[in-house]
């Protein structure tokens, strides 16, 4: 397989609970990318990494996010103390060099907070 | 803060016709712009690009206009086919390559 590969697909957890979500990306991309999209809106830019250094944090990601890229290669997206407002499709996406060329997106993990 | 804003959230064409999707954007750094295509259950996937320095790209039935001095693009679909049936999403990134997207439009094709 070569495309970007999300886990878990689907995550139900209780407010309050702590979350982890992860992504591997295109394996010669040394880009990545989080991406938030809630119910009628487009992909909100959470943040990205260049191999391990996480170069932009959006001001979406609030203290409860954090997400990390040891080695360089798959990446994790943790939440702390979810609220039922972190409901939402986490997308993950990788990219070669500059990534002008359009980002390759996972199929994204299904967060709902109950 | 909307930098990309499509104002369509749906359209609907009959199989056949010309399918048009368009996209502002307010951000004058933007250099490059991309159309994604997402079907229920999957992440976007790339459908064609446009830099600022073109004003049209055309890919098999896709062609994307970019008008800069009105800060628009819009992506046309001919002949449409029911398969096209998806949501897109028109983005746009600076020389940072922070991409935004906007809201995304549903299109329907009818057969």
């Known amino acids: 397989d070569t495309g970007v590969s999300q886990d878990p697909r689907h995550k139900i957890t209780k407010r309050g609970q702590n979350v982890t979500f992860r992504c591997d990306p295109i394996?010669?991309?040394?880009?990545l990318y989080w991406y938030r999209q809630t119910l009628g809106q487009g992909p909100e830019f959470l943040t990205y990494f260049q191999n391990e250094a996480q170069l932009e944090k959006s001001r979406l990601l609030s203290d409860r996010f954090s997400a990390e890229r040891p080695k360089g290669s798959f990446s994790t997206l943790e939440i702390q103390r979810t609220e039922q407002g972190d409901s939402a499709m986490y997308l993950c996406a990788s990219s070669p060099r500059q990534g002008r060329y359009g980002y390759t997106f996972g199929s994204g993990t299904r967060l709902t907070v109950v | 803060d909307q930098q990309v804003k499509q104002n369509s959230p749906s359209l609907s064409v009959q199989e056949g016709r010309i399918s048009i999707l368009n996209c502002d954007y307010t951000?004058?750094?933007?250099?490059?712009f991309l159309w994604y295509k997402k079907y229920p259950a999957e992440g976007p996937t790339f459908l064609i690009s446009i830099s600022s320095i073109k004003d049209k790209n055309e890919d098999g039935r896709f062609t994307v206009f970019l008008n800069k001095s009105a800060k628009h693009l819009s992506l046309h679909i001919v002949p449409s086919q029911p398969g096209d049936s998806a949501v897109y999403f028109c983005a746009a990134s600076d020389d940072n390559n922070d991409m935004r997207f906007g809201a995304g439009t549903r299109l329907t094709v009818k057969p």
């Open positions: 394996s010669e991309h040394n880009r």
């Open positions: 951000n004058s750094m933007f250099d490059y």
